[in-house]
């Protein structure tokens, strides 16, 4: 069955670390991906997306993500983070317009 | 403008109320959907608008019944709720629900319902 993976339910890192998030995808052939962001109580914000071409993917707000056919994944990264990145982060995948799946999401927290 | 609007944006009722949730995109997406988040949990689809046609209902009970008067508007009417429905719901849109290519969906801010 199709499916994504966030092995990490809550990472801390402290302001000005930099940031991993992991996401691995369970598909037949390579979906698109996406990564999006949600503070508490709002609505998600993408983050960038990954169709084809370029496996490193540039995004809003200092955010990057490298995508690996060989590893199913699809990990987000950051090289500086500040205490206004803290919020929920989901990976999510689909094949078309209509099937969009999110992983469980992971919490980051951002220690002072 | 890249914003998706949806009103209200709390909303508490009885189990024996109807009310309705709104939800606006002047971008000119032809696509539009629900979907449910639970607390700490991710979004989960609900029901695809494409070009203003129902294309997509994920077996959701009857007691939601979503509506597309025009591509720019969608709602979704709340009747016989059970508490189990509270909930954050999400709007978004896209610009083509076809199968003809993906796009990446706008949210908007959502509306946090609480069913008493």
């Known amino acids: 069955a199709q499916s994504v993976t966030q092995p990490d339910i809550h990472i801390t890192v402290s302001e000005g670390a930099s940031l991993e998030l992991r996401c691995n995808y369970s598909y037949g052939a390579t979906p698109y991906l996406f990564w999006y962001v949600q503070s508490p109580g709002q609505g998600l914000q993408l983050l960038l997306k990954?169709?084809?071409?370029?496996?490193l993917v540039q995004g809003i707000k200092g955010f990057e993500a490298e995508f690996k056919r060989s590893q199913s994944s699809f990990n987000l990264r950051k090289p500086s983070v500040h205490w206004s990145d803290a919020a929920e982060y989901f990976c999510a995948a689909t094949y078309n317009n209509n099937d969009m799946r999110f992983g469980a999401g992971t919490r980051l927290t951002v220690k002072p | 403008d890249t914003e998706v609007t949806q009103t209200p944006k709390h909303l508490v009722m009885g189990m024996t109320n109807k009310k309705s949730l709104k939800c606006e995109q002047h971008?000119?997406?032809?696509?539009m959907y629900w979907y449910k988040q639970k607390a700490k949990k991710p979004p989960e689809l609900m029901f695809v608008y494409s070009y203003e046609k129902l294309s997509i209902n994920e077996s959701v009970p009857s007691r939601f019944s979503p509506e597309c008067p025009n591509s720019s508007l969608l709602n979704l009417h709340l009747h016989a709720l059970q508490p189990e429905d509270s909930a954050l719901y999400l709007c978004a849109s896209s610009q083509d629900g076809t199968l003809a290519g993906v796009y990446e969906q706008y949210f908007g801010p959502g509306t946090r319902l609480t069913v008493t």
């Open positions: 990954y169709f084809s071409g370029d496996t």
């Open positions: 971008m000119g997406h032809r696509a």
